[in-house]
């Protein structure tokens, strides 16, 4: 996967992914739904224009990438039609990447992966990891394109009755590796793959600390990560009022970018948000901070 991280075979689905190689800092994948019912911006982008203009905006203010969704995956969110799913993204993707944006795609369905990639997207980002569509390992194996590998459990309806670990990074290490070896065996490129944890997804909160926490047992798989905690529940239930009330969403984007700049100096590929600028701010200063802790740690070694 390195070779999507720091350049590789020309394209990588597109000239427009080219803004995702050879960057000094994680890589901004920002959120673009194109739905009424997602959890934190529901219907504010679900028509064509607007989304577009969004997605536009949401570059100009410093994204590397737009991630296009048509159906919510927030905890509970029932399923939409295929062809409702297709009505309100590929118009969307394809306006956006005639424009020059790389996006990505949030699926779960091979047939919608396939129409957006032929749109113009450029990367595949998949919350089932592959699970949802047994198509989709093909797609993207024919596409040779990078795709996002999250770590999840059951569909949105139900996933939180499936929230229950051993040890919470242990298992989600072996569930993305055997993940892994399946899109292997089906064709996909390892080096195009990049795996997220899932942060929310089939978590409880104490879960997804532990996972932040323990980065470093991911990293051990080998392959890019990419994390989105961008207004999540753990962050709202954090930061709770003395009453116990959780912190609003619209008021999560603080803590949002805090640990984004944590997640930039922890090294990660890419951080998923629903902002930009203040997200890009964020993995900036981050990275900084890792490249000056690692010119400090070879100052020690050589003196």
Not at 112 to 127: E, I
Not at 251 to 276: F, I, K, N, Y
Request: hydrophobic residues 45%; contains cysteine.
């Amino acid at each position: 996967m390195e070779q999507v991280v720091r350049g590789g075979p020309a394209g990588l689905c597109g000239t427009a992914a080219a803004r995702l190689v050879d960057l000094d800092r994680p890589v901004v994948l920002a959120v673009l739904n194109v739905t009424p019912d997602s959890f934190s911006d529901g219907g504010l982008w679900a028509r064509e224009d607007d989304a577009v203009l969004h997605g536009l905006a949401l570059v100009a203010a410093g994204a590397d990438a737009v991630d296009v969704g048509g159906e919510s995956t927030r905890p509970g969110a029932a399923r939409v039609p295929e062809h409702e799913e297709l009505r309100r993204v590929v118009p969307v993707v394809r306006r956006l990447a005639a424009d020059g944006v790389p996006v990505s795609i949030d699926t779960t369905r091979a047939a919608v992966a396939a129409a957006a990639l032929a749109a113009g997207a450029v990367v595949v980002n998949d919350v089932s990891g592959g699970t949802a569509d047994p198509g989709m390992a093909r797609v993207v194996a024919e596409a040779g394109c990078p795709f996002v590998v999250m770590h999840s459990r059951g569909e949105s309806a139900d996933m939180d009755r499936h929230a229950g670990y051993g040890d919470v990074v242990t298992d989600v290490v072996d569930e993305l590796r055997r993940r892994v070896d399946v899109l292997v065996g089906g064709g996909v490129r390892p080096d195009r793959l990049v795996l997220d944890p899932g942060i929310g997804f089939a978590k409880t909160a104490s879960d997804n600390w532990s996972l932040l926490g323990g980065l470093e047992r991911l990293d051990a798989l080998g392959l890019p990560l990419l994390v989105g905690v961008s207004r999540k529940r753990f962050l709202g239930a954090l930061l709770a009022a003395p009453d116990g009330t959780p912190r609003d969403v619209e008021h999560r984007e603080d803590a949002s970018h805090a640990v984004a700049a944590l997640l930039a100096a922890h090294g990660v590929w890419g951080v998923r948000a629903h902002t930009a600028r203040p997200t890009a701010d964020a993995v900036r200063v981050g990275a900084a901070w890792r490249r000056a802790r690692g010119a400090v740690t070879e100052q020690d070694r050589s003196s």
